[in-house]
């Protein structure tokens, strides 16, 4: 006699999460009933997910589902960008085989170089450099660091750092590796952030490091936000997951840039 078989394990909150904001990326839209029955969930827990990524603003409800948010200018906040969070580890720990082992780095404001701080080593003598509050207070545990942040004005949704006093603190330093962050990469548009303040900075941190590595999932790959930060060229390494597509990974390659994909 054949035993039952066993059902499959219902899907974590992040993973429909994940699922609904893959869909939207490839079709525009996402019907509810349908998630709902290919993820095995009710139509409830569907609807409660949609109103929870509505509120961090990756999306519109409508009528039976959900369309995409087309706004260049739109930001969640970082404490909000909880999406991805596997690969975005697996990024952040591939990143940590570019520390050097004495020096100094300098990380830019974002959930992936927030996820690096979180596995920074504490075993490294480092000056570290960051204008992102955030990062300074995980960072300033590790006794064996010193931690510097830019100062200047500081963005809610990001905790960033930026204006003049910022920008002057970047003007004086030269930093060995850079860990960048960016909102969205494009073939032709380069890197883009919504904030033209933040835009400024980034900016700055690519002219004070001598090797420029950029971490971001594959869904930055092809979008296109406000304000242009840096070039594709200006990027030595660009540190990803696994989910980037080929046509991408060749068109980035072909473009100058070593992609690391994890």
Request: charged share 25%; aromatic share 4%; with cysteine.
């Amino acid at each position: 006699m054949n035993s039952p078989t066993r059902p499959e394990r219902t899907p974590y909150a992040a993973q429909r999460k994940q699922a609904i904001l893959t869909q939207l990326r490839t079709h525009g839209r996402v019907d509810a009933a349908d998630i709902a029955a290919e993820l095995g969930v009710t139509n409830e827990t569907v609807r409660k997910d949609l109103i929870s990524l509505e509120r961090q603003g990756l999306l519109r409800r409508v009528h039976g589902g959900a369309v995409s948010v087309e706004q260049l200018s739109f930001e969640p906040a970082v404490s909000t960008r909880t999406y991805y969070f596997e690969e975005k580890t697996r990024i952040a720990t591939a990143a940590l085989a570019h520390l050097p082992t004495r020096g100094s780095v300098l990380i830019d404001a974002g959930s992936t170089t927030g996820r690096l701080a979180e596995l920074f080593p504490a075993d490294r003598e480092l000056t570290v450099y960051t204008n992102t509050l955030s990062i300074a207070l995980t960072l300033v545990t590790r006794p064996r660091l010193t931690v510097i942040t830019l100062g200047g004005r500081v963005r809610p949704l990001t905790l960033a750092e930026v204006d003049e006093w910022a920008a002057r603190a970047l003007d004086e330093i030269n930093v060995d590796v850079a860990f960048l962050g960016a909102n969205a990469i494009s073939m032709e548009r380069g890197l883009t952030t919504p904030d033209p303040a933040e835009a400024a900075i980034k900016r700055l941190m690519l002219a004070s490091a001598r090797t420029r590595i950029l971490l971001a999932d594959h869904s930055k790959v092809g979008a296109v936000s406000l304000c242009k930060h840096a070039d594709l060229s200006d990027i030595d390494v660009f540190i990803t997951d696994a989910d980037l597509p080929e046509a991408d990974f060749a068109a980035l390659t072909a473009a100058g840039v070593t992609v690391e994909r994890t």
